[in-house]
């Protein structure tokens, strides 16, 4: 689909060059994870750093919180997904062009899940 949405456009172009939503973007793009997690699996960018940069991805809905759990002790936390697989862009024209690929795994689980609320 074309991206159509100028504040969209920005969004994922800024998502795309910064290097550290980027690597937030591939950890989630075909699992949900947690935010510790992420954290994990990206330990060379600090936590703060972590959780600011996926609450702006959450804010610009690049990712979705898929599954909220919680825990026997009553603990509460999120898992994260994104929701696009690919993303192109191009320059044409005076004009950038951004199509992007959804995400079809968490919409077939969302669309699962509203169709099993009858």
Do not use: P
Not at 57 to 62: R, T
Not at 90 to 114: L, R
Request: proline content about 0%; overall charge positive.
């Amino acid at each position: 689909m074309i991206i159509k949405s100028q504040r969209k456009k920005n969004a994922l172009l800024t998502a795309l060059a910064d290097e550290k939503m980027f690597k937030i973007m591939n950890s989630v793009m075909h699992n949900s994870k947690s935010f510790n997690d992420i954290t994990t699996e990206n330990s060379d960018i600090l936590l703060t750093t972590t959780f600011r940069k996926t609450k702006w991805l959450l804010n610009q809905e690049i990712l979705v919180v898929d599954k909220i759990i919680i825990t026997s002790e009553g603990k509460k936390f999120s898992l994260y997904h994104s929701t696009l697989k690919a993303i192109n862009v191009k320059y044409e024209n005076n004009d950038v062009i951004v199509e992007a690929e959804e995400n079809f795994d968490i919409a077939k689980k969302w669309i699962a899940k509203f169709f099993s609320l009858d």
